[in-house]
Nanobody, 117 residues
């Protein structure tokens, strides 16, 4: 059974940093791309960043230069390093990938990030 578990969220002041982690298990096939999404309270979820197994990363314009997505294939972990955090980064953050067997986007339970004074 596929399982994704995010961690590392919390409260941080503006300008601070957090590192989110996503532990994956139960995946016995290759995953060509991993994603981080976020959902601010009362708003729709939005794409934040993606990592390609073939190499390369993409970022939403608002986080470009501040966030870094990475993957550790040995540990089966996906990370999101977040620097220079701003109040508008406050949201529940989810890691995700497309499961071609079930034809669904898998995601974990999310981790809350709150940026405020």
């Amino acid at each position: 059974q596929v399982q994704l578990v995010e961690s590392g969220g919390g409260w941080v002041q503006p300008g601070g940093s957090l590192r989110l982690s996503c532990a994956s298990s139960g995946i016995d096939f290759s995953v060509p791309a991993w994603y981080w999404y976020r959902q601010p309270a009362g708003k729709q979820h939005e794409w934040v960043a993606q990592w390609y197994a073939s190499g390369g990363t993409l970022y939403q314009d608002s986080v470009e230069g501040r966030f870094t997505i990475s993957r550790d294939n040995v540990k089966n972990m996906i990370y999101l390093e977040m620097n220079s955090l701003m109040p508008e980064d406050t949201a529940v953050y989810y890691c995700s990938f497309y499961n071609h067997r079930t034809r669904t986007m898998e995601r974990g339970q999310g981790t809350q990030v709150t940026v405020s004074t």
